[in-house]
Antibody
Framework: EVQLVESGGGLVQPGRSLRLSCAASGFTFDDYVMHWVRQAPGKGLDWVSSISWNSGSIGYADSVKGRFTISRDNAKNSLYLQMNSLRSEDTALYYC?????????????WGQGTLVTVSS | EIVMTQSPATLSVSPGERATLSCRASQSVSSNLAWYQQKPGQAPRLLIYGASTRATGIPARFSGSGSGTEFTLTISSLQSEDFAVYYCQQYNKWYTFGQGTKLEIK
């Protein structure tokens, strides 16, 4: 059974940093693209970042480019999101998600999310 | 950035009836289009990928069609558990979600 468990969220002041983690199990982690997607309270889904199986291809939404860094450790079956210079508009539930397959990289399995609140 | 536009924002349909949701891309995304269902307090659930292929375990009443810039999700006979928010997402050039369509009981 695929499991994705996010952690690291919390309350943080504007301008500060936070590092999210996602522990994966139930599938061959290093075979798949992995994603971070967020959802602000009461709002829609917002793609944040994605990373290929070998970290050779990485992409970011314009809203987080230069502030967030995605990474993965295939030996630990873990995905990370380093978030710097946080803003109030980064407040959201952050989901970790696994790509469907090599040929369809859309997310299929999702974690339950970790809540990030940016406020003074 | 590819912009995804869903319509309508809210759709009111009676149980047992058909629901048709639309999604338009600002430029061609070929067939790299997915549909998700999200219920309150839950993570999204993949329904359709490749514009028309049902994901594992998705009932046959859900169907997707379209290619290029125009896509449709059809739910043939609405069940009570189908009332939720639906999102389309393109994965042709990075990733973008539509703003969602709320499917509510009429």
């Amino acid at each position: 059974e695929v499991q994705l468990v996010e952690s690291g969220g919390g309350l943080v002041q504007p301008g500060r940093s936070l590092r999210l983690s996602c522990a994966a199990s139930g599938f061959t982690f290093d075979d798949y693209v992995m994603h971070w997607v967020r959802q602000a309270p009461g709002k829609g889904l917002d793609w944040v970042s994605s990373i290929s199986w070998n970290s050779g291809s990485i992409g970011y939404a314009d809203s987080v480019k230069g502030r967030f860094t995605i990474s993965r450790d295939n030996a630990k079956n873990s995905l990370y999101l380093q978030m710097n210079s946080l803003r109030s508009e980064d407040t959201a539930l952050y989901y970790c998600a696994k790509a469907h397959s090599l040929y369809s990289s859309c997310p299929d399995y999702w974690g339950q999310g970790t809540l990030v609140t940016v406020s003074s | 950035e590819i912009v995804m536009t869903q319509s309508p924002a809210t759709l009111s349909v009676s149980p047992g009836e058909r629901a048709t949701l639309s999604c338009r891309a600002s430029q061609s995304v070929s067939s790299n289009l997915a549909w998700y269902q999200q219920k309150p307090g839950q993570a999204p659930r993949l329904l359709i990928y490749g514009a028309s292929t049902r994901a594992t375990g998705i009932p046959a009443r859900f169907s997707g069609s379209g290619s290029g810039t125009e896509f449709t999700l059809t739910i043939s006979s609405l069940q009570s558990e189908d009332f939720a928010v639906y999102y389309c997402q393109q994965y042709n050039k990075w990733y973008t979600f539509g703003q969602g369509t709320k499917l509510e009981i009429k």
